[in-house]
């Protein structure tokens, strides 16, 4: 169920479309349209929680004059991943009484709702329908239908919960769309039932419209696991993530939106491999296209996480068992000195416990302030071991200190024990190990001139791929030593009078500098060698 921004409710219909009412989006026409929000996921539209997509391409039912045919499909931007729902493709759900729901009117003439309302209907013939008059007599048979309270109304859907789904149980406890909420005269008047686009009798073609926009509903319902949220850590390759999708028709074709820089997914096997080249918090949707005609399509969503490397000083490992007894709680503790600043919004945790019932288990992070970051909360019932990795925002907490992780058996009879954890409070991108220098700085001829950049709070020694950017303007390269004089006065040569008579010199130079502590004056000392050519540093990047 999902609130669109112009005031009309509509149903997930793949995790792309939306299935509302045309008229809901007539003023728009069929084409490519930015201009509805879609809310999902909540009762409440102010709930935090909320999902909130912008569309990319309204479809209004062909023929569409506003007097029957109101439907539409609405796309989204990204997938939501949702459940969706089913569309009736005949009349055997058409009795008994069918539920309603929308954050329109709740009483005719009265304001929108905040909070999401659902009401029971019951069904009513197209015959005695047309009988209340009106535009009723107008009623068109196959293309509408109607419910509500004949004799003592009370109960309908109103003004604003135009494009939200009738829908009811089939025999097989499946919610089934039958109608979309269309039109009525008043709400819930006596003898004036609400009316209903007649979704069976439009499933087809819903389908074939659907299949241009990326895919039809697929009848089975076209899943795709979810892997569940992923750790990585930049410059290390991910072990391979593979994907599942079923309820359609092989093969399937694969693409997937988000995806942390570095990692790719593959279109025939929907692995996703590579190195993540950047830290951050990624939302991750992975969309699987079946071989069906009309395709169909299956989606999933989840987080991926992407840390910095661990710095040396800001992580650390405790690999000493700690028994677990029976409903008791146990700590390991990690001391972490030589980290400066706060911890990263993307720490990790890797936990290894051992455990025979990980459903009686509360694990928690605490920081050395006493702040308690839950990480596993009894979930998991009767599955053995914890082997995970955890994301953590730690910003708001200083890395040096004693860190624990406490783990409470919070039930009877099984127990087990810490193997080890690891935690790195990463760096965050390491702003302040890195630097740049932009002032020019001439290279007169036969001359030797420097450029520094000053690195201070950042603990530890530099790393094994530290880069060092270089852009020198000079019209003869050959002429030129380029070195990198660490805060010891350790000499790097990055370049030595290599290039002949190439002009410039615009390289990333990758060094080993773990011998090397951070904090201190870095150099770029450039030798002009020889006769002739004259030039400036124009630039120069550290980072460590
Ligand atoms: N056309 C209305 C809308 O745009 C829906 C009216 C439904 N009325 C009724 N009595 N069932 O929201």
């Not at 809310?39 to 569309?55: A, E, I, M, N, Y």
Request: proline share 4%; charged share 10%.
């Amino acid at each position: 169920m999902v609130r669109l921004s112009m005031g009309c409710g509509g149903a997930m219909y793949t995790q792309t479309l939306i299935l509302t009412a045309a008229h809901c989006v007539d003023n728009l026409g069929t084409g490519p349209s930015t201009s509805v929000g879609v809310t999902w996921g909540v009762v409440d539209l102010q709930d935090p929680t909320r999902t909130t997509r912008t569309s990319n391409y309204v479809h209004i039912a062909p023929g569409y004059n506003g007097d029957g045919k109101d439907w539409a499909l609405i796309r989204v931007s990204q997938p939501i991943d949702s459940p969706l729902l089913k569309l009736a493709t005949d009349t055997s759900l058409h009795s008994g009484s069918f539920t309603v729901a929308g954050w329109g009117a709740a009483v005719q003439g009265g304001p929108q709702q905040r909070y999401l309302l659902k009401a029971d209907v019951p069904f009513i013939t197209d015959t005695q329908c047309a009988s209340a008059g009106g535009s009723y007599s107008g009623l068109i048979f196959n293309e509408e239908i109607c419910a509500g309270n004949w004799t003592s109304g009370g109960v309908d859907t109103c003004q604003g919960d135009s494009g939200g789904p009738m829908f009811k149980r089939n025999a097989a406890n499946e919610w089934i769309q039958v109608g979309i909420t269309s039109w009525g005269i008043g709400c819930a008047q006596p003898g004036r039932p609400g009316v209903y686009t007649e979704v069976r009798y439009f499933a087809n073609d819903i389908c074939s419209a659907a299949a241009s926009l990326g895919g039809c509903q697929s009848s089975g319902g076209l899943t795709v696991g979810n892997p569940g949220n992923q750790a990585s850590t930049v410059g290390t390759a991910v072990s391979a993530v593979s994907h599942v999708a079923s309820g359609g028709t092989a093969p399937y074709t694969w693409s997937a939106t988000g995806l942390p820089a570095g990692l790719s997914i593959s279109s025939s096997t929907g692995v996703v491999s590579g190195t993540p080249t950047s830290t951050g918090t990624f939302s991750v949707t992975v969309t699987a296209t079946d071989s069906a005609v009309p395709a169909r399509v299956g989606s999933t969503s989840y987080t991926w996480t992407v840390s910095s490397a661990p710095i040396p000083g800001c992580s650390a490992t405790n690999g000493t068992d700690v028994t677990i007894p029976d409903l008791s709680t146990v700590e390991s503790t990690v001391a972490v000195s030589g980290c400066a600043g706060n911890a990263s919004a993307t720490s990790t945790v890797a936990v290894s416990i051992i455990h025979p019932y990980i459903g009686d288990l509360v694990v928690s992070l605490v920081a050395p302030d006493g702040s308690a970051y839950v990480l596993h909360n009894r979930s998991g019932g009767s599955a053995d071991n914890i082997d995970t990795t955890y994301t953590v925002n730690l910003s708001s907490e200083a890395a040096n200190g004693t860190w624990r992780l406490r783990v409470q058996d919070a039930a009877a009879s099984d127990t087990g024990r810490i193997d080890s954890w690891t935690l790195n409070l990463g760096g965050g991108g390491t702003p302040s190990c890195a630097g740049t220098n932009g002032t020019d700085v001439a290279i007169p001829d036969l001359s030797t001139v420097t450029s520094t950049i000053a690195l201070s709070g950042c603990a530890g020694n530099a790393s094994a791929t530290s880069t060092v950017t270089v852009n020198i303007i000079h019209t003869f390269i050959g002429d030129l030593v380029v070195t990198l004089v660490a805060p010891d006065g350790s000499t790097y040569v990055l370049h030595n009078r290599s290039g002949g008579s190439a002009d410039n010199i615009n390289t990333t130079y990758t060094v080993n500098l773990s011998s090397e502590a951070r904090n201190g004056t870095w150099t770029l000392r450039v030798q002009d060698a020889a006769t002739g050519d004259v030039g400036r540093i124009d630039s120069w990047s550290l980072s460590l």
